[in-house]
T-cell receptor
Framework: NAGVMQNPRHLVRRRGQEARLRCSPM?????VYWYRQLPEEGLKFMVY????????ESGMPKERFSAEFPKEGPSILRIQQVVRGDSAAYFC????????????FGSGTRLTVV | AQSVTQPDIHITVSEGASLELRCNYS??????LFWYVQSPGQGLQLLLK??????LVQGIKGFEAEFKRSQSSFNLRKPSVHWSDAAEYFC??????????FGAGTILRVKS
C-alpha cells in the first residue's frame, strides 16, 4: 500500500535549466497539493489540483512555474529557467476528499540550483 | 489573513520529561487545525487534527493537543518524551484543508 511517491528525491539543475518534479498520489486519492519549503521556513502552499483541473494556484509564482495532473500518470510540477532562489524542498500531498481530514505527504524532492 | 505562529524555534527536553509545543493562529472563522511532524529528510506525518467537537484531541504516538478558542491556541503536548520524538513539528491552520497555512516549525531535541 504505497504512500505518496515523489521523484526524484534529489535534483540538481544549473541556472536556466528546467526542473520536472513528479508526484504519484496514494491509491484512490484524486486531490493533489504542492507545497514548497525554503530553508528554515514552514511549508508554503503552491497549488491544488484534481484530475485534469487546477483548482487553486494562488500560491504559484506568476512566471516559470506550472503544474498539471493529467487523467493518466503523475502530477508534474515544472519549473522553467531555474534560478538559485528556486532551491528548496518541494512536497506533494494527496487526499481522497477535500483534505478536511489532513493530507498524506510524500518525502519531497530537494531541488538544488547551481 | 490566516497566520500561524510557533514562538519556539528550538526546544530541548530530557527523555521522559513532559513536552508542550506552542501554536497560536489567526483565522476569521472556525479553523481546521493540524499538527505534523517531520523527521530529517522526510515528508510530513499527520499527528492529529481538530475541526469540531471535543477540544482535547488525541493523536498518534501518544500526542494530544488542546484547542482554546479564547486564546487562539492549539498547543501540542506529550506527557513523557522518547528519544525517537526528536524531529521538527509544524502547526497548520486551514479552511477545511485545501490550502493549509503552516507555522515556521519547532525543532525538538531530546537529551538522554
Amino acid at each position: 500500500n504505497a504512500g505518496v511517491m515523489q521523484n526524484p528525491r534529489h535534483l540538481v539543475r544549473r541556472r536556466g535549466q528546467e526542473a520536472r518534479l513528479r508526484c504519484s498520489p496514494m491509491k484512490g486519492h484524486s486531490h493533489v497539493y504542492w507545497y514548497r519549503q525554503l530553508p528554515e521556513e514552514g511549508l508554503k502552499f503552491m497549488v491544488y489540483l484534481q484530475k485534469e483541473n487546477i483548482i487553486d494556484e494562488s500560491g504559484m509564482p506568476k512566471e516559470r512555474f506550472s503544474a498539471e495532473f493529467p487523467k493518466e500518470g503523475p502530477s508534474i510540477l515544472r519549473i522553467q529557467q531555474v534560478v538559485r532562489g528556486d532551491s528548496a524542498a518541494y512536497f506533494c500531498a494527496s487526499s481522497d476528499t477535500q483534505g478536511n481530514y489532513g493530507y498524506t505527504f510524500g518525502s519531497g524532492t530537494r531541488l538544488t540550483v547551481v | 489573513a490566516q497566520s500561524v505562529t510557533q514562538p519556539d524555534i528550538h526546544i530541548t527536553v530530557s527523555e521522559g520529561a513532559s513536552l508542550e509545543l506552542r501554536c497560536n493562529y489567526s483565522y476569521g472563522a472556525t479553523p481546521y487545525l493540524f499538527w505534523y511532524v517531520q523527521s530529517p529528510g522526510q515528508g510530513l506525518q499527520l499527528l492529529l487534527k481538530y475541526f469540531s467537537g471535543d477540544t482535547l484531541v488525541q493523536g498518534i504516538k501518544g500526542f494530544e493537543a488542546e484547542f482554546k478558542r479564547s486564546q487562539s491556541s492549539f498547543n501540542l503536548r506529550k506527557p513523557s518524551v522518547h528519544w525517537s520524538d526528536a524531529a521538527e513539528y509544524f502547526c497548520a491552520v486551514g479552511p477545511g484543508g485545501n490550502k493549509l497555512v503552516f507555522g515556521a516549525g519547532t525543532i525538538l531535541r531530546v537529551k538522554s
